[in-house]
């Protein structure tokens, strides 16, 4: 039996699509169902929310708010609508949370190793060109509904790096005691919310998984993510000079996940066919239409090693072109 290929939730719990299960059996799709599929084909920009680690100690949440708020040059916006900056506005966060409390060893920890987290960090962005300004409303909105009266936080809106970003400061702890632990359900959500919170101020938004769209990357450590993202990745660097030393199509179809690839755009494959026969059924021709044209427009399946040789090709014939002539082709150097 397959495993179904699940899409983010809707806002009342409920599965909003399960592309697999779904062409198993005919059920009427819902107004909300056919808009997802609808909006999933056209390729709008996707939302991103990323945990990007927490603080375990009073001085790593003083630093890091330090960061985000550019050394107190940035203003924060807190849940109680407080506008903070300057020097030493990190200090005034970390006294009015009670961070000192949270961060008191709890007397049932026993031979933990290391302290549990005292905020979690997260970053809420959209594409370059998006208006950075309905970027935070809609992070606003999203905090308000997911943590007012529960949990303290401080958001900021960045718009360096090319696209606009919010970080968001979020204490572990409530109010009343109990521990938020981020799962991917959670971040599932999140992402929903951020979308359409972005749909109603006018801004084309989704929140889809990668691998419905045709799309596949591992998930890397958060320290590998941010230091690939800067170009300075050690061990991104050694994978890469592995695919370009190994350069045949035996290593590069082999190697960890190479099967689930497959398997799983199989998956996504049949799934989004039975969906759009579905539609057929239903004398929705138009959005079947447009399924077909999306499945025609997915890129081939591939893992990580046949990525970073698809990418090494074409800098190396750039490289070539510029050069006033071609460059030999990988694995014949």
């Not at 719990?13 to 609808?38: E, K, N, W």
């Not at 990190?90 to 949270?102: G, H, Q, T």
């Not at 979690?120 to 999203?142: D, E, I, Y």
């Not at 993510?225 to 300075?232: K, N, S, V």
Request: glycine share 10%; charged share 30%.
């Amino acid at each position: 039996m397959k495993r179904p290929i699940r899409l983010p939730r809707s806002n009342e719990g409920g599965m909003l699509l399960d592309i697999v299960s779904y062409g198993r059996a005919f059920y009427p799709l819902t107004p909300a169902q056919r808009a997802y599929i609808a909006r999933t084909v056209r390729r709008p920009p996707e939302v991103m929310v990323k945990v990007s680690g927490g603080a375990h100690t009073l001085r790593g949440v003083a630093e890091h708010m330090k960061y985000i708020g550019r050394e107190g040059k940035l203003e924060l916006e807190t849940d109680l609508g407080e506008r903070v900056r300057g020097k030493g506005f990190e200090k005034a966060l970390i006294n009015d949370w009670d961070l000192d409390l949270d961060a008191l060893p709890s007397p049932t920890a026993i031979n933990r190793r290391r302290t549990p987290k005292l905020v979690h960090n997260l970053v809420f962005s959209m594409p370059a060109g998006t208006p950075p300004k309905k970027v935070l409303q809609a992070v606003r909105k999203l905090a308000l509904n997911e943590w007012e009266l529960k949990h303290r936080y401080a958001i900021v809106l960045h718009t360096d790096g090319g696209h606009p970003h919010v970080h968001v400061v979020l204490r572990a702890m409530s109010d009343w005691g109990r521990r938020l632990n981020i799962r991917k359900s959670t971040l599932r959500s999140w992402r929903a919310q951020f979308a359409e919170n972005l749909r109603e101020v006018g801004i084309e938004a989704n929140a889809t998984e990668r691998a419905a769209r045709g799309l596949s990357r591992t998930r890397k450590k958060d320290g590998i993510f941010r230091a690939a993202q800067r170009g300075t990745s050690w061990h991104m660097d050694q994978r890469r000079s592995e695919t370009i030393r190994n350069n045949s199509p035996e290593f590069l179809r082999v190697g960890p996940g190479a099967d689930r690839v497959r398997q799983t755009r199989s998956a996504v494959i049949e799934g989004w066919r039975s969906v759009g026969s579905r539609l057929r059924q239903s004398g929705d021709h138009v959005l079947a239409d447009g399924i077909r044209i999306f499945l025609g427009g997915m890129p081939p399946p591939r893992t990580e090693r046949e990525l970073m040789a698809v990418l090494a090709h074409a800098q190396t014939r750039q490289y070539g072109r510029s050069r006033g002539s071609e460059a030999p082709e990988l694995g014949r150097q």
